[in-house]
């Protein structure tokens, strides 16, 4: 098992969170991880983004090579089409359909969302009206990470026990809401690919 996947978004979407619960369901997999993140201007509405490798055997580079991806994982789909030069040919696109509007010409988002409907193999998701439809706007992270769940090859308890650990000070209530985003997501993709 290998899966190499790259998380794209902007600063305070929920990168960093979507990457450590992948870790930790990683972990109790069993699984090798290896992973960087850059997001030094995040605070300002900044590109955030994360290389997430996870195999059954040791892996030797946080890096992902071009062109190499087997899923882009992106809150923002502007921020998918960004990192579509490292996608392999058959690789997943999975994105929001929700801009985040940080540079005063960003482009038209019918011409984002035509661009993304290009790629071979996508999901494109109204992550936050989802989220916000289960009560909890800021849950949009965790129901694009269950839309990519099909692809990730890992066992769904897994990502839901690590959101259990991921949110365990926060309270019952906002992980068993995350817990289903999680699951609308994954439902959407199985209804949709």
Request: proline share 4%.
């Amino acid at each position: 098992m290998k899966k190499d996947v790259i998380l794209a978004g902007v600063g305070g979407q929920g990168i960093l969170t979507i990457s450590a619960i992948i870790g930790l369901a990683a972990v109790r997999s069993g699984l090798f991880l290896k992973q960087n993140e850059i997001h030094g201007m995040s605070q300002r509405g900044g590109d955030v983004h994360s290389n997430l490798r996870l195999s059954d055997k040791e892996i030797a580079s946080d890096l992902i090579p071009t062109g190499k991806a087997d899923i882009i994982l992106s809150v923002e789909p502007m921020e998918g089409l960004r990192y579509l030069p490292m996608l392999a040919s058959d690789g997943w696109l999975i994105t929001s359909t929700e801009p985040f509007i940080n540079i005063p010409n960003y482009p038209p988002i019918e011409d984002i969302l035509n661009e993304i409907s290009r790629v071979k193999h996508h999901i494109v998701i109204d992550a936050e009206k989802i989220a916000k439809d289960l009560g909890y706007a800021k849950a949009a992270n965790m129901v694009i990470l269950g839309a990519a769940t099909p692809f990730l090859d890992m066992n769904f308890g897994y990502l839901e026990d690590a959101i259990r650990e991921f949110f365990y000070h926060k309270g019952s209530g906002l992980i068993d809401t995350n817990i289903l985003a999680l699951k609308a997501g994954k439902e959407f993709t199985l209804s949709h690919s």
